[in-house]
């Protein structure tokens, strides 16, 4: 069952298996929204670390709906 608890864990790990079985898959636009949304809003700060750091979650964020399952998407900050 899909449910939203847990970060939409059960979603993020739906779309992952989808995109390394068949290797492409239509991204669950919601989910991006919401990281995209977090990745500016949830990190806004002056200090130049911070903003690096939130270009990070928004880059991250973008490759993983044009090329799921790709390597940039699966680093971690």
Do not use: W
């Not at 847990?6 to 919601?30: H, I, T, V, W």
């Not at 690096?52 to 973008?62: D, H, P, V, Y």
Request: proline share 5%; aromatic share 8%; with cysteine.
């Amino acid at each position: 069952k899909l449910d939203p608890s847990m970060n939409m864990k059960s979603y993020r790990d739906a779309y992952k298996a989808a995109a390394q079985e068949k290797g492409d898959c239509l991204p669950f636009l919601p989910l991006h929204l919401k990281d995209l949304y977090f990745g500016r809003e949830g990190n806004k700060s002056d200090s130049k670390e911070m903003s690096e750091a939130r270009l990070e979650i928004i880059a991250r964020t973008i490759a993983d709906i044009t090329v799921p399952g790709s390597a940039y998407a699966k680093l971690s900050v």
